[in-house]
């Protein structure tokens, strides 16, 4: 059974997880990874969610202020191993719901277009494609999305 906790970016399960997603960032990212890693600093989070499968991180994600009413989606990263359970749509979820209890309103993020994975899901999830925001308008390599919870 899956268990999460909600945590900040000091809790070392999430800083592990984070380490193992740059990494496959790198290789997806190729050439554009440094510029997206610029804006994925994981140092000073302050809503993190950790999932686990008895003792072992298996998955993360967090949020943070974007915009008035509106928190943005950083880090989301299922381990291989655990992927294909639902692991990723249950952090979602506890994401919309941290949100929600923060009295906002909407979550947006970004994800590459080279992240078929990440687009199924945000799209299973409800989230729509908008507009590239911020540092990614104009990145032909990013895709936005949004959703109002």
């Known amino acids: 059974m899956i268990q999460l906790i909600r945590t900040d970016s000091q809790d ?14 790198a290789t997806t990212d190729g050439d554009e990874h440094a510029f997206y890693a610029q804006y994925n600093k994981s140092d000073s989070l302050k ?10 991180a298996i998955g993360c994600g ?10 943005e989606v950083k880090r989301m990263y299922v381990a291989p191993v655990a992927r294909g359970k639902g692991v990723a749509s249950i952090i979602l979820q ?7 209890e923060l009295a906002q ?3 947006l ?5 080279k992240q078929l994975e990440a687009i199924r899901l945000y799209q299973k999830n409800g989230y729509q494609v908008v ?8 990145m032909a390599n ?4 949004e959703k109002s919870v």
């Open 142 to 145: 990013s895709v936005c999305f």
């Open 109 to 113: 993020l970004e994800t590459g277009v």
């Open 131 to 138: 507009p590239n925001y911020g540092q990614y308008q104009g």
């Open 62 to 71: 967090a949020i943070k202020p974007y915009a008035d009413s509106v928190m």
């Open 105 to 107: 309103q909407k979550c």
């Open 12 to 25: 070392p399960h999430f800083q592990n997880l984070v380490i193992e997603l740059d990494r496959y960032l």
């Open 47 to 56: 809503y993190v969610v950790v999932a686990f499968d008895g003792e072992q």
């Open 94 to 100: 506890e994401l919309e719901t941290w949100t929600r």
